[in-house]
C-alpha cells in the first residue's frame, strides 16, 4: 500500500473530529514493499504504527490494531481509503442507540479512469440507495471493510474477526445480526476507496466475494 497509505493518513488528519479524541493505529502486515517506513514518516502523539514479522491476513491485522486501541468506537479502514472530514462525527452520532453496535458510510470510488471503473462507480452509487433501504429493515448483511464503525465492547464480548474468513467483514456483520444487535447506515458519511483496475483485478476481488 506504499502508493496510498499516506493519502490513508492525511485524510483521517484532516477530520474535524476532536483531535484528543482520535487514535490512529496502522498495522503494516509483514509487507515487503514501502509500507511501512512511509507510515513510520506520520508517526507522532496520534499516529502508532506497528509492523507484524509475518503475514497474516486481514482479519489478524485488524485483531492485532483493535488490541491495541484504547477507545470505545473503533473505525476500521482499508490503506487505500481516504474520509471526508464531516464523516466520522456523522457515524458516531449513531451510537448513541444502545443496540447499534455497527455503523456504515456511504462508500464511492474515487475518480474513475477507465470503463471497468466507471462501471464500478455507478454499482457503488447504486449501492448507497440500496444499504440505506437495507438499513430501513434492520438487513445490513455486511460492513465494509474498506471504512466501517464498532463499539469495542461487541470485539471483547464475541471475539474479534474470523482471521480464517476471507469475507471477514461480511462474517462479522452476520454474528452482529444474530446476535440481535443493529447495523446503521450513515448515508451522508461519505468515504471514498480504490476500485480494481483491471479485469483480472476485478475478477480476483468478485470471485473472493
Do not use: C
Not at 16 to 26: G, L
Amino acid at each position: 500500500e506504499e502508493r496510498s497509505i499516506d493519502k490513508t493518513l492525511n485524510s483521517i488528519l484532516k477530520t474535524n473530529y476532536p483531535k484528543d479524541k482520535i487514535e490512529i493505529i496502522v498495522v503494516d502486515d509483514g509487507s515487503i514493499d514501502n509500507t511501512f517506513s512511509i507510515a513510520k514518516e506520520f508517526e507522532g502523539k496520534m499516529i502508532k504504527v506497528f509492523k507484524k514479522e509475518i503475514n497474516g491476513g486481514k482479519g489478524s491485522a485488524l485483531n492485532f490494531g483493535i488490541r491495541k486501541s484504547s477507545g470505545e468506537i473503533i473505525f476500521t479502514m482499508d490503506a487505500d481509503t481516504t474520509v471526508h472530514q464531516e464523516s466520522l462525527k456523522k457515524m458516531v452520532i449513531y451510537f448513541k442507540n444502545p443496540e447499534v453496535m455497527s455503523v456504515t458510510p456511504a462508500i464511492i470510488t474515487h475518480k474513475p479512469i477507465n470503463i471497468i471503473q466507471r462501471i464500478q462507480y455507478i454499482e457503488y452509487l447504486t449501492g448507497l440507495f440500496l444499504r440505506k433501504t437495507f438499513a430501513a429493515l434492520n438487513a445490513i448483511h455486511i460492513t465494509p471493510g474498506a471504512f466501517s464503525a464498532y463499539r469495542k465492547s461487541f470485539f471483547e464480548t464475541y471475539g474479534g474477526y474470523d482471521e480464517n474468513n476471507i469475507t471477514e467483514d461480511l462474517e462479522m456483520a452476520l454474528r452482529i445480526q444474530f446476535n440481535k444487535y443493529k447495523i446503521e447506515n450513515a448515508e451522508s458519511a461519505m468515504v471514498s476507496t480504490n476500485p480494481p483496475k483491471d479485469f483480472f483485478h476485478l475478477l480476483k476481488q468478485r470471485r473472493r466475494w
